[in-house]
């Protein structure tokens, strides 16, 4: 096992890790901006570097300054959390040949999911059920149109390169499609430094279902049932739930042989997540595989009784898992809160948090970074906890999550409580009736 693990990370997900190195007996390092010296990870950690200024660029994607982090700290392994430089293979084979173990994939299996038209061909070849749609690459503005005509409009646009919606429009007549086309390929190429494009049928009103998998260094892979992430807004997840209300027995079969053909084509090695589109007829599509470890984990941990941080630890230490699935013996769901002002189209809210009082009692957990006095950046992403509600029904879980929220109280800046607190008492979405479009119409009182 590794004696002692740098982090490079911040916020909640650093502390994370860091319980769960502690549980373990491994020690610790925390690196920090100078944005952070004042964050729980640094004081948590066991040690705790300082790798430059605030800005991210200069700071936790600072790959020179992490790898000298470790170097005089003489860290065995490297956890990189979610964001920054999780699925940065450059990163994963800088650690490789600097003899550090990166908690996660290998450059290798991270390159083959990070570009999507080769991601697609290889599920295809696996035969994992992907979008219908044009193989490969779209040459040219007549390709696209020619392409469109077989596929039948709806179409959807996306960048090889992309993930999370950059460069992704959704064309339903021929005479959108140039401009859609140039615009899709300008901003991929802004925002990539790679214009590739590819083509798919839109399905329309899906829902965001995602496998949770891990695998070992030997072959063998299980599955950890579903998460639903369907409450999103532009493409960032709000609340997140394990089992999916929308999911049956037969289903979860189906999808969780999927996932795992999905990572044993790529001989897939850490914990990862199959993402899949699934339409109003329980038809299902792989849409992407993310090679990290996820925010919205904790709903799986509550489901099935299981660290997902700790699993992940143990299989890059070279441990073996069963292979055996795992299903959810519980429901869990879990909401973002945010410093962001949900009257005010989600506007990012920094600032300091003058008054603290965080919920608790039965059922609930509250994954946080966050004390009185803490100042939010305003450098990073605007979370500043997870709520996750734990219970035997979904009906109860939601009752758990409203009277958690109603009891958390967070002042000096705004946050996306209030949201949750009317979405609990939606009644669409108490009957587990709402698909990715849910929030395009969903209005604050
Ligand atoms: C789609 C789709 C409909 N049809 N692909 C959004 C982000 C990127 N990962 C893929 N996305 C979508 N791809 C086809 N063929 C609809 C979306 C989509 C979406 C997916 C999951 C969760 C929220 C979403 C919001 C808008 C669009």
Redesign the pocket.
């Known amino acids: 096992m590794f004696k002692k693990i740098l982090i490079a990370n911040r916020g909640e997900i650093a502390l994370r890790v860091i319980r769960t190195c502690r549980e373990m007996g491994i020690k610790t390092v925390a690196v920090y901006s100078t944005a952070d010296k004042d964050s729980l990870h640094v004081k948590f950690a066991d040690e705790a570097v300082c790798i430059g200024k605030p800005s991210s660029a200069d700071s936790y994607l600072n790959m020179a300054h992490i790898m000298a982090a470790a170097e005089i700290t003489n860290a065995d392994a490297i956890h990189p959390g979610y964001g920054f430089l999780a699925e940065n293979s450059k990163f994963a084979k800088i650690c490789a040949d600097h003899g550090i173990k990166f908690i996660g994939p290998t450059p290798d299996m991270i390159n083959s999911m990070g570009d999507k038209v080769t991601a697609k061909e290889t599920m295809i070849k696996a035969g994992v059920p992907v ?1 219908p749609g044009v193989e490969g690459l779209l040459r040219d503005v007549d390709h696209a149109i020619q392409s469109a005509k077989e596929v039948g409009y709806p179409v ?1 646009l ?1 960048a090889t390169a992309g ?3 950059k460069g ?1 429009r959704v064309v339903w007549q021929e005479s959108e499609i140039e401009k859609a086309f140039e615009t899709a390929k300008a901003e991929a190429a802004a925002s990539f430094k790679n214009d590739g494009i590819y083509m ?4 329309e009103e ?1 829902r ?1 279902i995602e496998i949770q998998i891990a695998g070992d260094q030997y072959g063998n892979v299980c599955h950890l049932s579903e998460r639903d ?2 409450i ?1 807004r532009r ?1 960032q997840k709000l609340v997140e739930e394990s089992p999916s209300p929308f999911m049956t027995d037969e289903l979860r079969e189906r999808m969780g042989d999927a996932a795992i053909k999905a990572a044993k084509a790529i001989n897939y090695e850490s914990v990862g997540t199959i ?1 899949f ?1 699934v339409d109003k007829h329980r038809n299902f599509y792989f ?2 595989m993310n090679t990290r470890i996820q925010v919205e984990h904790c709903v799986t941990e509550e489901v099935i009784n299981y660290d997902l941080i700790k699993e992940q630890i143990k299989i890059a230490a070279g441990e073996k898992i069963t292979g055996k699935s795992y299903y959810p013996t519980m429901h869990a769901i879990e909401c973002r809160i945010n410093a962001e002002d949900p009257y005010n189209d989600f506007r990012p809210s920094p600032g300091k948090i003058t008054v603290l009082h965080t919920p608790g009692g039965h059922g609930v957990r509250v994954d946080s970074h966050v004390y009185a006095g803490y100042v939010i950046p305003p450098y990073y992403d605007s979370m500043i906890a997870k709520l996750i509600a734990v219970a035997q029904t979904r009906q109860e879980a939601i009752d758990t999550m409203h009277r958690a929220l109603s009891e958390y109280v967070i002042e000096g800046v705004k946050t996306t409580i209030p949201f949750h607190l009317q979405l609990m008492q939606n009644e669409d979405f108490k009957k587990g009736n709402f698909t ?1 479009k849910f929030l395009e119409t969903f209005k604050m009182k």
């Open positions: 979008v959807i996306k993930g999370g919606g992704m798919e049928k839109f399905v899906p965001h992430c369907s999103q493409h993402e589109l849409m992407e990715t």
